[in-house]
């Protein structure tokens, strides 16, 4: 979750507002309908990984 956090962070121009309930492991299905509503293409995501 957290190496989510900062690729979303430090290479898509997002910030955090809040921590709440977040988990150690993120799972794949969670993973998309983050990068969806994100607008963040799935490809564009993995080249971070």
Known sequence: M???VKIL???FGFQITGRKGMHK???IGT????LK??????D???KYL
């Open 2 to 4: 957290a190496q989510v």
């Open 9 to 11: 962070c430090n290479k």
């Open 25 to 27: 492991e993120l799972k």
């Open 31 to 34: 993973l998309k309908g983050v």
């Open 37 to 42: 509503l994100a607008k963040v293409d799935i």
């Open 44 to 46: 564009d995501f993995a």
